[in-house]
């Protein structure tokens, strides 16, 4: 476990969670590689991998690995009174990135992601009190699964903010009233959750469909969509072969550039929060 030295003023953190009830829309891209961009400028991330199909978890340290992590080491134990005895040091994993750490995930997660989240009482809010203990993170990342189940909601009402990754086509742009929804109800749990923004991913210019459909999200939300959007690109893919978010594995293509792009934009979008501050910190002590 790495100690960290004492700092003179307390870090104000950032916590984002990643929603699409939609699988392939680019979530769990979007939180590895911006990881990355936001290590590069100087802050201490944490990725929270709540999807029990583990993709992040994976990208990070390969499917062997994670398959193999005891359930006591992933996420999972947060929902378990009895396996969670240890505290954050068992579940939070120091990533190949410098500055970049993980609570990672496997099936183990899958029985805790029921329906109904809100009828769970006290299990909706495991994981917001485990992030709010986390003091020395100045942003942490929630890659969330591919519906509005237990692991979502707890994501929901954990967060400061929310980005909404959106395909530009039909199948993409399906079910967002519902994640709206979703996040009104979350809101009433969680007042100071707010709409980061809606995030126009895998991006293909050349289909007329793809700008059309951005055109039209454009129009139905205005500013809610940010400015920034990532495309369908091959580097995104061979990075994570590579176990390193694109900013550090490719850091001269066009995908390294507006994924820094979109990182910046982000933290413009979270002014006053701890990613607009406290640069150039130590490591975190909460790690493994």
């Given at each position: 476990?790495?100690?960290v030295k004492?700092r ?5 953190r950032?916590t984002i969670?990643?929603i699409?009830?939609k ?5 769990s891209?979007s939180?590895?590689?911006?990881s ?6 100087g802050?201490?991330?944490l990725v929270?991998?709540a999807d029990p199909q583990g993709s992040?978890?994976q990208?990070f340290?390969g499917?062997a690995?994670v ?5 006591q080491q992933t996420?999972?134990?947060l929902?378990d ?10 579940l939070i994993h ?12 496997n099936d183990s997660?899958s029985?805790?992601?029921c329906?109904?989240p ?7 809010f495991?994981?917001r009190?485990?992030v709010r ?10 890659d969330?699964?591919p519906?509005?189940y237990q ?5 929901l009402?954990?967060?400061d903010a929310v980005?909404i990754?959106?395909?530009?086509e039909?199948?993409g742009t399906?079910?967002?009233r ?6 009104t ?7 100071v959750?707010?709409v ?5 991913s ?6 007329l469909?793809?700008r059309?459909y951005?055109d039209?999200?454009?129009q139905?939300?205005?500013?809610s ?6 495309p ?13 978010p694109v ?5 001269r293509?066009?995908?390294?550039g507006?994924t820094?792009?979109?990182?910046r ?7 006053g929060k701890?990613a607009q501050r ?5 490591a975190p002590?909460?790690?493994?």
């Amino acid at each position: 476990m790495v100690i960290v030295k004492d700092r003179k003023e307390p870090v104000e953190r950032t916590t984002i969670c990643v929603i699409n009830q939609k699988g392939g829309a680019g979530k769990s891209t979007s939180c590895f590689h911006l990881s990355g961009a936001f290590a590069q400028l100087g802050h201490n991330v944490l990725v929270i991998d709540a999807d029990p199909q583990g993709s992040i978890s994976q990208g990070f340290f390969g499917s062997a690995h994670v398959e193999s992590l005891a359930p006591q080491q992933t996420l999972a134990a947060l929902f378990d009174e009895d396996r969670y005895l240890a505290g954050p040091e068992l579940l939070i994993h120091r990533t190949p990135v410098e500055r970049v750490w993980l609570v990672p995930a496997n099936d183990s997660l899958s029985v805790h992601n029921c329906p109904a989240p809100a009828t769970a009482g006290l299990k909706q809010f495991v994981l917001r009190e485990f992030v709010r203990g986390l003091v020395e993170f100045d942003l942490v990342l929630i890659d969330c699964p591919p519906n509005l189940y237990q692991c979502s909601w707890n994501g929901l009402l954990a967060a400061d903010a929310v980005m909404i990754p959106v395909p530009p086509e039909d199948f993409g742009t399906q079910g967002l009233r519902v994640v709206h929804q979703a996040i009104t109800e979350a809101q009433t749990l969680n007042p100071v959750l707010a709409v980061l923004g809606h995030l126009i991913s895998r991006y293909d210019r050349r289909l007329l469909v793809h700008r059309t459909y951005a055109d039209k999200l454009r129009q139905l939300y205005g500013p809610s969509v940010l400015a920034t959007v990532i495309p369908e690109a091959v580097a995104f893919k061979m990075a994570v072969t590579c176990r390193q978010p694109v900013t550090l594995s490719h850091p001269r293509s066009t995908a390294a550039g507006l994924t820094s792009l979109l990182a910046r934009e982000i933290l413009a979008r979270t002014e006053g929060k701890s990613a607009q501050r406290h640069l150039g910190k130590s490591a975190p002590r909460h790690v493994a």
